[in-house]
């Protein structure tokens, strides 16, 4: 019976995660904002608050209403991050 964990199969296991960190990056990119013109240890980030729907009436030269949203601000904290995982 084995005490241990082979090594073939630990760099198996590390270059699988390597491989679909990799292919998961670009598919999130999309959905994150990146700044790379800030100064200082944090940036704001404008949200635009949730809002209604309006009917389209139909009409030819009906009275459009305007929706004026709230606008919030979000603020990101550049921070050093560290996560050790203890491998066998």
């Not at 990799?22 to 980030?45: A, C, E, H």
Request: net charge positive; aromatic share 10%.
């Amino acid at each position: 019976m084995a005490t241990g964990i082979d090594q073939a199969i630990v760099q198996q296991y590390s270059s699988q995660f390597d491989y679909q960190f990799q292919q998961r990056i670009p598919r999130l990119r999309r959905f994150v904002r990146i700044r790379t013109d800030v100064v200082g240890n944090q940036v704001q980030f404008p949200v635009l608050n949730q809002s209604e729907m309006e009917d389209i009436t139909g009409k030819q030269h009906a009275v459009t209403n305007w929706i004026d949203p709230q606008v919030t601000a979000r603020w990101a904290q550049k921070q050093d991050k560290t996560h050790p995982v203890m491998l066998d």
